[in-house]
């Protein structure tokens, strides 16, 4: 049996943990670029990560000082027009950012946020986005829910039967 998404165990496994299908090519693009430029500063990327407030990042990095990123990938804008659950994501991280690409013009995005341009083979940071720390209990929390998709992840690429193997217990 073959779908995008299957219940096991808790979790929803995804026939491709990389992607849950939604994503437009263009977004695609502007996270690949952003999780580039990221990884170029040493942070961790892990796309598509639900948070403890239900909503999903696009982008949760995870830095060497065990500082917490989370990029949200606008990739037009009525992508960005559509978005008002944005200020949330603030609970979950200690610095906040909006990706995007050339296309879309800079200006529709607010000031209290960083910004980062792609081009879908690197970035750069236009604006850096203000600190706000995160409590300790939730940093363990976010952090701890990045290392368990991350395992979780691997291990669906090494083992993709793995969790369907449950299904016929």
Request: include cysteine; glycine fraction near 4%.
């Amino acid at each position: 049996m073959t779908s995008d998404f299957q219940q096991a165990s808790g979790r929803i496994l995804l026939d491709d943990p990389l992607t849950d299908g939604r994503q437009s090519e263009t977004a695609l693009k502007v996270w690949r670029g952003a999780a580039r430029l990221l990884r170029q500063f040493d942070y961790a990327c892990l796309p598509e990560v639900t948070l403890a407030s239900n909503r999903r990042a696009d982008l949760l990095a995870l830095g060497p000082r065990h500082e917490l990123l989370i990029v949200e990938v606008k990739s037009s804008i009525a992508d960005f027009r559509a978005d008002t659950k944005w200020p949330d994501y603030r609970l979950h991280c200690d610095r906040f950012y909006f990706a995007t690409h050339p296309d879309v013009p800079v200006e529709i995005f607010p000031e209290e946020a960083g910004l980062i341009l792609s081009d879908g083979f690197g970035a750069e940071i236009l604006r850096e986005a203000p600190e706000h720390k995160l409590a300790a209990a939730t940093r363990k929390a976010v952090t701890l829910r990045f290392a368990r998709n991350a395992a979780n992840r691997l291990h669906d690429l090494s083992d993709p039967d793995g969790l369907r193997f449950f299904d016929r217990l």
